[in-house]
């Protein structure tokens, strides 16, 4: 008898088109976190800083995704993104770049939704960082950017990956926003989700759809699981 | 040369501090007062960490920090360095991680030891690759101290720098901070809520109670019970004797005799195994409020206190202006 090396196992599971979504799941999701990330950082940094102007308004807009209809934000985004908004014409006109209807569009919309989830986690690790080691580090001739890609950046480090890795697991499972924005095409914006609210519409997919959770809820729980082991290793870092 | 701050008002909370001062910048500063009278605040507020409400801090000449003028040189360019009480060491990197973080921000232009050569001197070469969270208090405090000189600052400040460690590692610290700051022509300022400490290390003294500067200048004249007795305990009470004296085979910057431990005699001792007896003539008689009475004997080198008592006064007629020897056992030193 031959053995199966783990390696063909998946794929020997699943057939071409659940593969398909898997990868365009997985393409969605990866660049979504990976293009919002350093705005993440950057948003978490400022936010928890004790305070600066317009402290609010940027803490009220980073968050207003997780209190807004996914529907809402999808279509937010096509009035501003859409081939007739102002940055979507002046994308398609400048570089000829189509957002709307398209995977890089699923990713926007994967990205606007997962970021709040992705700013608090690594806000919560700038936050649990000792404030007396940046005096510590100011009276050794270190500048406020020095401070933070020496020490700030290093020591969030595991928290800014925990961040990344549970938008990543959020974002494979997004629905609204991107069936709105970048719509359901098959082997372009289909994503698990969406494959599934597609088959459950065909009278008889309920034994696909149960397929396509099984997919879903091993890649949230292996999510999720990476992302608390990345939490201690953040805590552990800290305890000095 | 100086460190000059004057009519300076920090807040924190509810708390205040105002200072008015110049002290010089060499030798040692020391920084003395009751616990939670605004010393480390001082200290906070020299290095750039706190914001001045009003008044001007200035060093060498240059302005730090000037608040009618607008001006404030932020932390990372006073080129002042600060040793925290609790080290502050950078978790995610080694002891010798520490030290070239201070190093590599080090302007090219300003001598100091190298890496290898402070390890060395404050004997932390076994230490150079543990990470810092192992470390002991004492092996912290020597590697914060360590990290500060590197980074060769023009005037060096240390909060408690000696809170982790003990009797003699104590001594040993003390006396390793006065050869430093000699060897390296580095000026400190070391703020400590111990008299001991503050009358071994100290050229020079700024005295803070309930968050103002009482008093400063060169040790000899600011610790002196006349302005010091509101600073201290009642068993603290005494004197400062300047350098000079002998305590553990070894000479100290000076000493601090507690009134408690100093005998009065109207003639010069004989057959005794005390070796430190000062000569001179009663400076003042005080009768203190807890029923003792304090002889300050003025000698040569300043003045030396004793506590005696009602009979012992009656039995020498103990009288100002007369000659009296004062006799200190070594071993209260």
């Not at chain 1, 969605?28 to 976190?33: C, E, K, L, T």
């Not at chain 2, 480390?40 to 001045?52: F, H, I, Q």
């Amino acid at each position: 008898m031959r053995r199966i090396a783990p390696r063909d196992m998946v794929p020997a599971m699943l057939s071409p088109e659940e593969l398909q979504i898997l990868a365009t799941s997985l393409n969605v999701a990866g660049r979504a976190v990976i293009f919002s990330l350093p705005v993440a950082i950057f948003c978490a940094w400022a936010l928890s800083k004790h305070s600066f102007p317009g402290k609010a308004v940027l803490d009220a807009v980073v968050h207003l995704p997780l209190v807004l209809p996914p529907v809402l934000v999808g279509y937010l985004l096509l009035i501003v993104f859409g081939l007739r908004g102002p940055v979507g014409g002046w994308l398609k006109a400048a570089f000829n770049i189509q957002l709307a209807f398209t995977a890089e569009g699923a990713s926007l919309a994967t990205a606007v939704m997962a970021f709040p989830l992705m700013v608090r986690a690594i806000r919560l690790s700038f936050e649990a960082t000792d404030r007396g080691l940046f005096d510590a580090a100011a009276v050794l001739r270190a500048s406020p950017w020095d401070r933070f890609w020496s020490l700030a950046l290093p020591l969030a480090w595991p928290g800014v990956l925990a961040g990344a890795v549970t938008a990543f697991a959020a974002g494979l499972g997004e629905f609204g926003a991107v069936i709105t924005f970048a719509s359901n095409v098959e082997g372009k914006t289909q994503t698990i989700p969406l494959a599934i609210y597609s088959v459950l519409q065909i009278p008889g997919g309920e034994a696909q759809a149960w397929r396509l959770a099984t997919i879903s809820m091993t890649a949230a729980v292996a999510g999720l699981v990476a992302a608390e082991v990345l939490q201690r290793w953040a805590r552990r870092r800290l305890e000095g | 040369m100086s460190l000059e701050v004057r009519d300076a008002l920090v807040k924190r909370g509810a708390f205040a501090l105002a200072a008015d001062f110049e002290t010089p910048a060499e030798g040692i500063t020391v920084v003395f007062g009751p616990s939670g009278a605004g010393k480390s605040m001082l200290l906070a507020t020299v290095a750039g960490l706190n914001r001045l409400e009003r008044g001007v801090v200035r060093f060498n000449g240059r302005v730090l920090e000037d608040v009618a003028a607008r001006t404030r040189i932020p932390a990372h360019n006073r080129g002042i360095g600060l040793v925290f009480q609790d080290a502050r060491l950078f978790p995610h990197l080694t002891v010798k991680g520490n030290l070239h973080y201070a190093e590599s921000r080090r302007p090219a232009d300003r001598n100091a030891p190298i890496v290898t050569e402070i390890a060395k001197r404050l004997d932390l070469e076994n230490l150079l690759d543990r990470p810092v969270k192992n470390l002991s208090g004492g092996e912290k405090s020597r590697v914060a101290l360590a990290r500060a000189i590197v980074s060769a600052p023009e005037f060096l400040l240390l909060d408690e720098p000696f809170a982790a460690l003990d009797g003699r590692r104590r001594r040993g610290y003390l006396a390793m901070l006065r050869e430093l700051s000699a060897s390296e022509k580095l000026p400190m300022m070391v703020v400590t809520h111990q008299i001991d400490d503050a009358a071994e290390l100290a050229d020079h003294v700024i005295a803070v109670k309930g968050g103002q500067v009482v008093a400063s200048g060169t040790a000899s004249a600011v610790m002196r019970k006349e302005v010091f007795g509101g600073l201290l305990d009642r068993r603290d009470l005494g004197a400062r004797v300047d350098g000079g004296a002998v305590v553990g085979g070894r000479e100290v910057g000076g000493v601090w005799v507690r009134a408690d431990n100093v005998l009065v005699a109207t003639e010069p001792p004989k057959g005794l195994s005390a070796r430190n007896v000062w000569e001179g003539r009663i400076a003042s008689i005080t009768r203190e409020a807890g029923g003792g009475i304090l002889v300050s004997i003025a000698t040569g080198q300043g003045y030396i206190s004793s506590r005696i008592t009602d009979q012992a006064l009656n039995e020498l007629s103990l009288r100002e202006g007369e000659k009296a020897w004062a006799v200190v056992k070594t071993h209260s030193l």
